[in-house]
């Protein structure tokens, strides 16, 4: 057996502890969802967290990088944290969603259904999302990995 602080970490890690819960069918569905004064915590919480994170960012000198300490508190709100960002990738989002329903519009205009072209173009205009997740995973995990 080796204790936790000399086992070297693992990319992926699972508790040894599963809890489980049985939700019965005739429990009432609105009370296993967020209430919408929980969702406005979060809401709120998340703005704030953004716009400390986004000063303190704006505060350091131009030549500064930020240690991985701080990078991971900018995990999951980094659009946030870069003024601009969350506009851009808002607009690339709203770009993809009319581009993907439009050519839903097109096909239903036309009386066909072709899933293939539909996946084609919402790979296509979904391109940046992805290679901009695939690059925000792989830094997190080389910052993880040091």
Known sequence: MSTMSTARPRSVTFSPICDVAYVAKEDNPSKKWYSSKDKKYFRRALLRDGKQLSVMVEDLPAEAVLTPDQLLECLGIEIF?????AAHV?????AHIAT???EHARQEHQGVCNVKR???VSKVTSRFLKERAKKL?????KILDE
Do not use: F
């Not at 944290?81 to 960002?85: A, N, P, S």
């Open 137 to 141: 995973a792989t830094g997190y995990s």
């Open 118 to 120: 539909l996946s084609s």
């Open 90 to 94: 808002m607009q690339m989002r709203h």
């Open 100 to 102: 993907v329903l439009s």
């Open 81 to 85: 944290v870069t003024r601009g960002l």
